[in-house]
């Protein structure tokens, strides 16, 4: 079975600080996702990687980077953390090939910013 | 670019009572479509799929049909559980790197 996991599941931080968040995924995939999840939006896409070393911007980087240095892992910064950053995160990875596009989700960070 | 519209919630239902959530699309070419579940206090997990037109996606007892013609994917249930009790969320990918596109999610309540 694919595992996803990510390094907390729930987090509180000051505003201003620096957060990290990690996930790791132990079946060999070639993509990897950041989501944030909030009430009434659903899943909105930060970040993603296909590959290490590189990465895309999804519908909503501001604020955010992200670092893949392994091919299991990947990480989402928040260089200086607002309060409008407070939410669920979600991490998820999946194959490259059509047809195996399913996503494997870790089970969320949920992150509040006071 | 692609979208996805799916009914909005809570929906709440007797056990053993018939479950329909509507979900449409907007893309270019061909997506795959899906629905994801989550359950209170985790991730999402695939629920089923389809990946062509005319496809019908099953697994416990939901299913949904890809209609192209209609570009719908909506997901029903014969008779709904306690334990079916979640947030449901259609998606679609296309395109290069298998980005998904989530719809809102529809959250289900059922009661005994």
């Known amino acids: 079975d694919v595992k996803v996991t990510q390094s907390s599941r729930y987090l509180v931080k000051r505003t201003g600080e620096k957060v990290f968040l990690e996930c790791v995924q132990d079946?060999?995939?070639?993509?990897m996702f950041w989501y944030r999840q909030d009430p009434g939006l659903g899943l909105r896409l930060i970040y993603f990687?296909?590959?290490?070393?590189?990465?895309e911007k999804g519908d909503i980087p501001e604020g955010y980077s992200v670092s893949r240095e392994k091919k299991e892992r990947f990480s989402l910064i928040l260089e200086s953390a607002s309060t409008n950053q407070t939410s669920m995160y979600l991490c998820?990875?999946?194959?490259?090939?059509?047809?195996?596009?399913?996503?494997?989700f870790g089970p969320g960070t949920r992150l509040l910013v006071l | 670019g692609d979208s996805v519209t799916q009914m909005e919630g809570p929906v709440t239902l007797s056990e053993e009572a018939f479950l329909t959530i509507n979900c449409t699309y907007t893309?270019?070419?061909?997506?795959?479509l899906f629905w994801y579940v989550q359950y209170p206090g985790e991730g999402l997990q695939l629920l089923l799929k389809?990946?062509?037109?005319?496809d019908k996606g099953s697994n416990k007892g939901f299913e949904a049909t890809y209609r192209k013609e209609t570009t719908s994917f909506h997901l029903e249930k014969g008779s709904v559980q306690v334990s079916d009790s979640a947030v449901y969320f259609c998606?679609?990918?296309?395109?290069?790197?298998?980005?998904?596109?989530f719809g809102t999610g529809t959250k289900l309540q059922v009661i005994p």
């Open positions: 893309a270019t070419g061909y997506p795959s």
């Open positions: 389809a990946t062509k037109a005319d």
């Open positions: 990687s296909y590959d290490v070393k590189m990465k």
């Open positions: 079946m060999d995939h070639e993509n």
């Open positions: 998606a679609l990918s296309s395109g290069g790197y298998q980005k998904v596109t």
């Open positions: 998820a990875s999946s194959l490259v090939r059509r047809g195996q596009e399913t996503q494997y």
